[in-house]
């Protein structure tokens, strides 16, 4: 497995921006496809955007497509999500999270970074 460890979030307006960054360690990060996830008091956790170990491949959940952006950095071991028009619903906790690609399921996970919206 590889650790994982968020930073970037923080108190912002809506409508405002925020970049998350999560650094990894332990194991070679190109290896990995990554994913951002976040989880708000009393809901399921929410799958917000994966990226393939290139780079060259990306996905988004509904409810972030064409606000939130995801990218990576090999070089530095980085995976962002950059966040934009921020929206109350949008407070959570953020995880980013790793797998190897052969299989479905996120097996490395971050210990969270908070995203507080106020409207």
């Known amino acids: 497995q590889v650790q994982l460890k968020e930073s970037g979030g923080g108190l912002v307006q809506a409508g405002g921006s925020l970049r998350l960054s999560c650094v990894a360690s332990?194991?070679?990060?190109?290896?990995?496809?990554m994913g951002w996830f976040r989880q708000a008091p009393g809901k399921e956790r929410e799958f917000l955007a994966s990226?393939?170990?290139?780079?060259?491949?990306?996905s988004y959940g509904d409810s972030v497509k064409g606000r939130f952006g995801i990218s990576r950095d090999n070089a530095e071991n980085t995976v962002y999500l950059q966040m934009i028009d921020l929206k109350p619903e949008d407070t959570a906790v953020y995880y980013c999270?790793?797998?190897?690609?052969?299989?479905?399921?996120?097996?490395?996970w971050g210990q969270g970074t908070q995203v507080t919206v106020s409207s």
């Open positions: 332990g194991r070679t990060f190109s290896m990995y496809e």
């Open positions: 999270a790793a797998k190897m690609p052969d299989t479905s399921v996120y097996d490395s």
């Open positions: 990226i393939s170990r290139s780079g060259s491949n990306r």
